[in-house]
């Protein structure tokens, strides 16, 4: 360990194990450490008998439950933005879980999240070839919570009609505004209508094509995926791109979604990158504990320290928890996880949803989030589901704050709540080479993950990374 390295990662969290990769691709030397004995951190997967210990304080789950290790239960839940037709080429990389038993069926992520098939994280894994590690599966359905009831996102022309969201005026008039959307190309003038959207507000493009306000509150939160409702009075040009992703994610699916997710659940992110950072020459050491930053007489890092080895290092990038005096509080989570035996009602049989419920709908200050994945996904016991229900957490009472989200589930066979604190960084990491990621947010897709990881390679590296991807390059599956 008394080398010198370029980075100390410490952490082996999704956004660590990422920087972590494509640093070692760019050729610098990079140490990759982590207290505890697994790899994933906030973002691992939890089989049973550790989801009860976590959360129920022992490790003997009831029986009626199945093996402990047909789970996989994810800590970080969120889909992926769908990027070609059934799921990424690419064996499940089984033996990075390093078990002696086969591949667990039932995961669970501590804050479920779905891939975007246009995103960035998508874009991440081809530029990496991070592909050939993993395999993932179509989100069955997208749907949101509006007027007290469940309704699928469109995802044809022909659900658009039918679709009780809007009233058919209303969808001659959502017609157009989608038309401009889908036609906008911000380097051809001609398509722009005389309109500059870096100058107008949403609310304005919005008022000129006479939307009213649930078509608004399902276009800004279910197709644009805003958290709040402050968008509305910001430049309209980044909610017209996050709907054209949302329209590209879902077009490559040609489905119910435009979502994808890693079969085995999210613990196979972190695991496969790290596997792309060994290859390139990356060292990893875990279940070492302390791990205490050194500095120097100008306050800039210099090193690590563990069991009385110090590793030499010119930067460190860390999640929060290692660097507890460079960051600052910004709020907490409310999460709810449960254990179920059917699909969420209301939702076509769907083994696979999301569910958003906008800010409005339930008089909150942001939306809520419900996650659910099944069997299908290879993170339950056959007959078996996992739903998530998260929010930016605005009361100490998870169970009562959550409870609009859980009312949609049905019968649960168990359920776990839990609140943890956000974090981002308060530091100047051009002062002290320290590169501390932001915590985990309450919504169930990537976007703003990865958006995080990439400003920290800009501002350790300088470059930014090249994601103008063939997304093509990842080809079809077969189904399991």
């Not at 004995?37 to 906030?42: A, I, N």
């Not at 990424?88 to 669970?108: V, W």
């Not at 299908?376 to 009472?397: L, M, Q, R, W």
């Amino acid at each position: 360990m008394d080398e010198e390295y370029d980075v100390i990662v410490l952490g082996t969290g999704l956004k660590e194990c990422i920087l972590s990769g494509l640093l070692s691709v760019d050729g610098l030397k990079v140490l990759h450490m982590d207290r505890n004995d697994y790899y994933g951190g906030d973002s691992t997967s939890l089989n049973l008998n550790q989801l009860w210990k976590k959360f129920r304080g022992e490790d003997k789950p009831p029986a009626h439950l199945g093996a402990s290790r047909d789970y996989n239960v994810d800590m970080v839940p969120k889909w992926l933005w769908f990027m070609s037709p059934d799921h990424i080429a690419g064996p499940p990389f089984h033996q990075s879980r390093g078990r002696d038993e086969k591949i667990t069926k039932f995961g669970a992520i501590h804050c479920s999240m779905f891939m975007m098939a246009n995103g960035t994280l998508v874009r991440t894994l081809i530029h990496t070839d991070v592909t050939k590690y993993l395999s993932f599966k179509a989100v069955d359905g997208s749907f949101v919570f509006s007027k007290g009831k469940i309704h699928k996102v469109p995802a044809t022309d022909m659900e658009a009609l039918k679709s009780p969201l809007m009233g058919i005026f209303e969808k001659r008039r959502a017609r157009n505004f989608f038309i401009y959307v889908q036609d906008y190309n911000e380097a051809d003038p001609n398509t722009h209508k005389g309109l500059d959207l870096t100058r107008i507000t949403t609310r304005e493009l919005i008022s000129k094509h006479g939307l009213s306000d649930d078509t608004v509150d399902f276009i800004g939160h279910a197709l644009a995926l805003h958290r709040d409702d402050r968008y509305l009075n910001e430049p309209a040009l980044d909610t017209v791109k996050r709907m054209k992703l949302y329209a590209e994610s879902l077009a490559r699916f040609q489905g119910g979604s435009p979502y994808i997710y890693p079969l085995y659940g999210l613990g196979e992110l972190p695991q496969a990158f790290a596997r792309l950072s060994a290859v390139y020459g990356g060292t990893y050491m875990l279940n070492k504990p302390e791990c205490k930053v050194e500095f120097d007489m100008e306050g800039k890092v210099c090193g690590v320290t563990s069991e009385g080895e110090t590793a030499k290092c010119k930067k460190v990038v860390c999640d929060p928890s290692y660097l507890p005096n460079k960051v600052r509080k910004i709020g907490k989570v409310a999460r709810a996880i449960a254990i179920m035996s059917h699909p969420i009602p209301n939702t076509n049989e769907s083994h696979s949803v999301q569910i958003i419920l906008p800010q409005k709908q339930l008089g909150r200050k942001s939306d809520m989030y419900v996650f659910c994945c099944s069997y299908t996904h290879n993170v339950a016991p056959k007959g078996k589901f996992i739903a998530f229900v998260s929010a930016e957490a605005e009361t100490d009472n998870p169970q009562s704050e959550l409870k609009p989200g859980i009312d949609l589930l049905g019968q649960v066979d168990e359920l776990f709540f839990d609140m943890y604190d956000r974090y981002e960084p308060s530091n100047e990491s051009s002062l002290d080479n320290c590169f501390i990621s932001t915590s985990y947010d309450a919504t169930t897709h990537f976007e703003t993950t990865v958006t995080d990881v990439l400003n920290m390679y800009t501002a350790i590296t300088g470059k930014t990374v090249d994601l103008s991807v063939d997304l093509s390059a990842a080809s079809a599956a077969e189904e399991y």
